[in-house]
């Protein structure tokens, strides 16, 4: 069942207290600035930094009493202007297979009527765990295939927003130092981190949230930190064009890209930003990704949709396409949503068109979906859940799903 953090008494907690903004999700140079702000000086900001780093992001504490090389006038001070809360969980949904799946509330924003929501999903396998977030409240794009498309974007998150993801996901299956897993006996990978791997596959499209998302990597990617490997980073794309080459400049992560089709009239159907990029722009900017090479492949997405783009034909013109480019190609079995258009291929079909790019030479696992029955799966995800009052959510939930 799913668990609803969502009460009254919360909501009216919240409107009682001073609102104090959270250090937790910040980047160096804005902890350094919130340091600042309550008295520490210049010459001691490097060291006071690295130790409220490694609080945060090697051992996950969350109070300031618990850091134990810290001053206690200091932490007194910390604790009176800052807190160390993670985003809120208005629920949480584990699936049969251990897919997990938090709907979040962000901190609402000057205009904002109401705080908005964005989706997250952990999702387990034996030898890793690749944890998927939002890059925005919503999408610019409006993918047809893709429930998240089908919801207006309602802004960028912000740096320690999408940091915030993750430090509350380290949280929820217990991959901090010492921690405890969680209760539910529910599938963990075997390996020592519990988050390997960190896909921006969630909501929205990251480069059109281009600063926020590249701060918030350097924070994850941070040796001293989170330390994820920007190998390990997987930036998709539904084909910003002109800032594939800059992401690959100062970003350096692994790169995908959701192409969908082989044809432009298809695409632009499909992923209509292909009007202002068509797919030979879009390909001459993967062929210049910088570091691409046998080692750093792209991986292109490609989810098949029932007598719309799964003929032998169409697996063919993609192997003409991606030619000469470093590759992996990603076969994603269709997840349906309520409402959608389109019925996911047939199992013969998808094992047709894998053969022939296979035979091409090219990686092609077809991905197997996760976490369907929460709506978890790829191109499923869309933050409307928070128009659902707190008792209709459970009312949702799939039988078998955890409760955390």
Not at 181 to 210: S, W
Request: overall charge neutral; glycine content about 8%.
């Amino acid at each position: 069942m799913v668990t609803v953090l969502d009460t009254a008494q919360t909501r009216a907690a919240a409107t009682e207290l001073p609102a104090k903004p959270s250090l937790a999700g910040l980047d160096r140079v804005r902890l350094g600035a919130a340091l600042g702000a309550i008295g520490v000086p210049d010459k001691q900001l490097r060291m006071r930094v690295n130790q409220l780093w490694s609080w945060i992001y090697v051992r996950g504490v969350t109070s300031f009493d618990d850091m134990t090389d810290v001053s206690k006038d200091l932490r007194a001070k910390l604790a009176d202007a800052y807190t160390l809360d993670r985003l809120e969980i208005v629920s949480e949904q584990v699936s049969i297979d251990g897919t997990r799946k938090w709907l979040l509330r962000l901190p609402k924003r000057g205009h904002e009527a109401k705080a908005p929501e964005i989706e997250c999903v952990y999702i387990p396998e034996e030898d890793r765990g690749t944890l998927c977030i939002s890059s925005q409240v919503g999408c610019t794009l409006t993918c047809t295939f893709c429930h998240t498309g089908t919801q207006r974007l309602v802004r960028n998150l912000e740096a320690e927003e999408i940091v915030g993801q993750i430090v509350l996901a380290r949280d929820r299956i217990g991959d901090w130092p010492g921690a405890e897993p969680p209760g539910d006996g529910r599938l963990l990978p075997t390996t020592e981190r519990k988050i390997t791997n960190v896909v921006l596959m969630g909501m929205g499209e990251p480069l059109y949230n281009f600063d926020n998302v590249r701060t918030a990597m350097e924070v994850a990617a941070d040796g001293e930190g989170l330390s994820l490997s920007r190998r390990r980073i997987t930036l998709s794309t539904s084909g910003v064009v002109p800032e594939i080459a800059r992401w690959g400049e100062e970003a350096g992560t692994m790169l995908a890209i959701s192409l969908h089709a082989v044809r432009d009239e298809l695409r632009d159907v499909l992923v209509p930003i292909n009007k202002r990029y068509p797919i030979a722009e879009l390909l001459e900017a993967c062929r210049n990704y910088p570091g691409l090479s046998n080692a750093r492949r792209i991986t292109f997405e490609y989810v098949m949709l029932k007598g719309v783009n799964d003929s032998a034909e169409d697996a063919k013109a993609l192997v003409r396409l991606l030619k000469g480019i470093p590759a992996k190609i990603n076969l994603i079995p269709f997840n349906p949503w309520p409402g959608s258009a389109y019925e996911c291929s047939d199992w013969e079909a998808i094992e047709a068109f894998a053969d022939v790019v296979n035979r091409a030479g090219y990686a092609s696992p077809v991905r197997t979906p996760r976490g369907r029955d929460i709506l978890a799966a790829c191109g499923q995800l869309r933050s409307e859940s928070e128009k659902l009052r707190a008792k209709d959510r459970s009312a949702v939930a799939p039988s078998g799903a955890g409760e955390a």
